[in-house]
């Protein structure tokens, strides 16, 4: 039996994994996890079942010939270096993946900023969370989540804000209902009446993008009602002059009623209910964060708690939830283009003690280039040369027709992949073969920032190699031998845990277990690792004063709908699919719970539209089109529509959401809006 843990969601369950024959192993729950202590949603339970080498890259292929891992790696390094030397280092960018571990990320990170010399290393958890980094670094100083999942065991009222929890996060979800029947109450804010929202005590369908009022009306609420933590906010909360002013306004009930377009009853209801509950855990997720507006929809929430004293102890914090399996640990080595490393920013000082840390020739000067602003930068020619690694941005990225075209006219695309034939591997010169979950080793780091193993199950099959030791080859044919001189993924770990703590007061949130020298005993034997005690429980920040932010967000004018196009698209998950389906694809039982993509449509639009449930309609945007099958819902707002993200060219003739969603990101955070575009639908 090896311990290790799930490859899909944020969540991080542990796993107990029994190899009974070539290729094939049972799947456990580990019920010494402290994620999921022994329980498994239907996509971690059939890991088992995608373990085939169905489709697999297991050679490197130069175009469509197979190359050997030499010739393969010596071009690639030869590219990249002759595109710095001719246009600069931000003429070449690396795109990699919350799927990656945080050995992989480490050495791809080093690799771009301190030798090449450029923070052109962005991720596809920009998709995902970058709105709540942006959030937690405002208020916290930091990119601190400041909670853990023991907190909902400990909360009384538990609120989710934009996430359908009991579907994209199934095991957070049986624990927040297990609080609930203990007798917690359940508030979800979603415009979507979701299986989550069905059985809340309450649901505030609010209008999309109001979130900001909703959370200041809430505030404004505790505000006149006496219940703000004035000794907590006195000693540990910096409140910038006209904070109350700014939040104030438009925030009594009524007005937000209006704006939210919410009963005022329904949000009285949960403003009393957070009033009178100190214990309370606000749960967030991609609803807030992929936002034009994500990083003050993340503030809007922090301030509540920061100033109702709701942080720092049991069953009282904001709680982002992550949609990956380590998008925690590429935030820890600064895999994100607006990190340094370990948490820093390129204030001189850390560029400085990171790149002493490296003994690296050059230190990327400033943040690189966010997701959509770098296929941008590819769409326009900035970029010469391009290494894409564990994600299909083809898909992916909003207006991903265009990330197609630009990928296909950039000079050099390397992929860096398990599967073979990807919509974005179409477009690559090079493929490289990528180790699978359950071939490599190495962690990830989970949304309340435990720190869990994967270990190989199997040997590697073909050619394939882990994702850092192909990235170290390529710094070493690049020139960097001795930086990039990784035998095992224990000694980048070690690597990462002492960089952490570099001449950083060895008092952050960092002190990685693994710094201690010697033997790989406590890197294999970490199963998991969990940070003690509860973030800022001594009502410290890690701020210069220590103390929290308040930030003054207000309310953005929600825009009218257009005349050509008047609804409003979502987009979101399928229960039991993971992304572009590459892997929840080969398991045939995951399939049954929806079989192809659906769009879901009030009945009064229904109506109006002439759109029959059961039959095929058309959503366009200004970006693209696609074809799907009808769903008619009471649960959808009129107005708005609803499509999964989970479709491909390679999957579907229809359901192609990427297509849809406009390249407009949060000004701050840069995470895409793709929670509300502009659309229209017809019957086909
Ligand atoms: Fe895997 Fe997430 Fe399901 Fe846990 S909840 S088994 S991590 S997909």
Redesign the pocket.
């Known amino acids: 039996m090896i311990l290790t843990?799930?490859?899909?969601?944020?969540?991080?369950?542990g796993?107990r994994a029994t190899v009974t024959g070539e290729r094939q192993v049972r799947i456990e729950?580990d019920p010494d996890h402290p994620?999921?202590r022994g329980?498994?949603?239907?996509?971690?339970?059939h890991?088992g079942e995608t373990v085939s080498l169905d489709g697999r890259l297991l050679h490197p292929m130069i175009g469509r010939k197979r190359a050997s891992w030499d010739k393969a790696l010596d071009l690639v390094a030869r590219k990249f270096r002759d595109a710095i030397a001719t246009h600069g280092p931000d003429s070449v960018a690396f795109y990699v993946s919350g799927q990656l571990l945080t050995e992989d990320y480490y050495v791809a990170n080093k690799l771009m900023k301190g030798f090449i010399g450029s923070a052109n290393i962005d991720t596809n958890s920009r998709l995902c969370m970058s709105s709540a980094v942006a959030g937690h670094m405002r208020a916290f100083g930091e990119d601190v989540v400041p909670a853990n999942y023991d907190d909902i065991d400990a909360a009384d009222l538990i609120v989710l804000v934009g996430s359908n929890t009991a579907w994209c996060?199934?095991?957070?979800y049986q624990r927040i209902r297990a609080r609930c029947e203990a007798g917690a109450k359940l508030v979800v804010i979603d415009p979507r009446r979701t299986e989550t929202a069905e059985e809340a005590d309450l649901h505030l369908p609010l209008r999309p993008g109001s979130d900001v009022a909703l959370m200041n009306g809430a505030l404004a609420w505790c505000r006149d009602v006496g219940v703000l933590d004035a000794g907590f906010v006195a000693d540990h909360v910096a409140v910038p002059d006209g904070f109350w002013d700014a939040i104030g306004e438009g925030s009594d009930l009524w007005s937000v009623a209006r704006t939210c377009d919410l009963p005022v009853a329904d949000l009285k209801r949960f403003y009393e209910l957070f009033a009178a509950t100190p214990r309370t855990v606000t749960l967030f997720s991609q609803g807030v964060n992929q936002s034009l507006a994500g990083t003050d929809q993340v503030n809007a929430i922090l301030n509540l708690h920061l100033a109702t004293g709701r942080i720092g102890k049991p069953g009282a914090a904001p709680f982002s939830i992550t949609g990956q399996?380590n998008a925690m640990g590429g935030r820890e080595v600064g895999g994100l283009a607006s990190t340094l490393a370990a948490h820093m920013d390129f204030a001189p000082g850390n560029r400085e003690r990171v790149q002493r840390f490296w003994a690296s020739p050059t230190i990327a000067p400033k943040p690189g280039l966010k997701a959509v602003d770098l296929f941008r930068a590819v769409d326009e020619g900035r970029i010469k040369a391009l290494w894409i690694m564990a994600t299909n941005p083809a898909v992916s990225m909003p207006d991903a027709g265009r990330v197609r075209d630009a990928l296909a006219g950039c000079p050099f695309v390397v992929v860096s992949d398990v599967i073979a034939d990807t919509d974005t591997s179409a477009h690559a010169h090079v493929r490289l073969p990528a180790a699978a979950w359950g071939e490599k080793d190495g962690t990830v780091t989970?949304s309340d920032r435990t720190i869990s193993r994967q270990r190989a199950l199997f040997p590697r099959p073909g050619e394939a190699q882990p994702d850092w030791w192909i990235v170290k080859e390529v710094g070493r044919r690049m020139g960097w031998k001795t930086a990039f001189a990784y035998d095992r993924p224990a000694e980048i770990w070690r690597e990462h845990a002492r960089l952490s703590t570099y001449q950083n007061d060895g008092k952050r949130l960092f002190a990685l277990p693994g710094q201690a020298s010697g033997g790989n005993a406590r890197y294999e034997a970490m199963q998991p690792f969990r940070w003690g005690g509860t973030p800022f429980a001594d009502g410290r920040f890690p701020t210069p004063d220590g103390r929290a932010r308040l930030v003054p967000v207000v309310q953005k004018p929600l825009a009218a709908p257009l005349r050509d196009w008047p609804m409003t698209l979502n987009t979101g998950r399928y229960r039991d699919q993971?992304h572009s389906m590459t892997r929840t694809g080969l398991a045939p039982k995951l399939a049954r719970h929806r079989e192809e993509p659906l769009v879901e449509v009030h009945p009064a639009d229904a109506d109006r539209l002439g759109i029959a449930d059961g039959g095929l309609a058309r959503v366009a945007t200004p970006q693209g089109d696609s074809l799907y099958r009808v769903s008619v819902s009471a649960g959808q707002r009129p107005g708005e529509l609803f499509v999964p993200i989970h479709w491909t060219d390679r999957t579907s003739s229809g359901g192609r959401t990427g297509l849809l969603p406009r390249p407009l990101a949060d000004p701050i955070s840069g995470q895409p809006g793709f929670k509300m575009t502009p659309a229209r639908i017809a019957a086909v």
């Open positions: 843990t799930c490859a899909y969601c944020g969540v991080g369950c796993i729950g994620a999921n329980r498994l949603c239907s996509k971690g339970t890991l996060h199934p095991i957070v399996p989970n993971w």
